[in-house]
């Protein structure tokens, strides 16, 4: 079992819906969950953290946190094409030497006008 | 407050040569981790130094090694490259406080070994 598990997609979404993306993860002891977006050809962007149980909101965005299932997805409401980017699941690891943070395969998205 | 930087920001080698990269992390960070991204493997890290100390390393060779400066500019150094070695190495850095671990992204070096 990887670590951090993401639906690889493609997943196609209409421009104004909701997109929903989803990550699993392994380490149950993990305290720290991250979303990055990484469009075609350039460097991770950090857009949320997230800490505790529950939900986080960010303008458009809202992180979901789920310990007790080891789940944690992002919301992107009102889709715009400029969504359209591979968002990889990030989560920090808990105990000596798994102080790192550990990636998922990424979700490709891509907003329809 | 300027972004983080990474030098070259290509690089073409041959198979047994050497590189090193270089990474100027956010002015106040002082934590900075180095990840290999190829399309097969996705995003995998190779180490973490904090105060010019090594605090995790990942499951590479021995051929991968890095360092920090007091400045917490650090580079990454790859010995006898092979062909796998072609990727997008990304640097990242932390301010570490505490609780938090938000880390942020430079552009990246890409190297291509042929």
């Known amino acids: 079992q990887k670590e951090v598990e993401q639906n690889s997609g493609p997943l196609s979404v209409p421009e104004g819906a909701i997109a929903s993306l989803n990550c699993t993860y392994s380490d149950r002891g993990s305290q720290s969950f991250f979303w990055y977006r990484q469009y075609s050809g350039k460097s991770p962007e950090l857009i949320m953290s997230?800490?505790?149980?529950g939900d986080k909101e960010d303008g458009r965005f809202t992180a979901q946190l789920n310990k007790a299932s080891q789940y944690v997805s992002l919301l992107i409401r009102d889709s715009q094409p400029s969504d359209s980017a591979t968002y990889l699941c990030a989560v920090k690891g808990f105990g000596k030497g798994a102080q790192k943070l550990v990636f998922g395969q990424g979700t490709r998205l891509t907003i329809n006008p | 407050k300027a972004g983080v930087t990474q030098t070259p920001r290509y690089l073409i080698k041959t198979r047994g040569q050497q590189v090193t990269l270089s990474c100027s992390p956010i002015?106040?960070?002082?934590?900075v981790s180095w990840y290999q991204q190829t399309p097969g493997q996705g995003l995998q890290f190779l180490f973490e130094?904090?105060?010019?100390?090594?605090?995790n390393k990942g499951n590479f060779p021995g051929r991968f090694s890095g360092r920090q400066f007091s400045n917490s500019r650090s580079e990454m150094n790859v010995s006898t490259l092979e062909l796998g070695d072609s990727a997008l190495y990304l640097c990242?850095?932390?301010?570490?406080?505490?609780?938090?671990?938000?880390?942020?992204f430079g552009p990246g070096t890409r190297l291509t070994v042929t």
């Open positions: 997230i800490y505790s149980n």
């Open positions: 130094y904090f105060s010019e100390t090594q605090r």
């Open positions: 002015s106040g960070h002082r934590s």
């Open positions: 990242a850095s932390s301010f570490l406080t505490s609780g938090t671990y938000e880390q942020y």
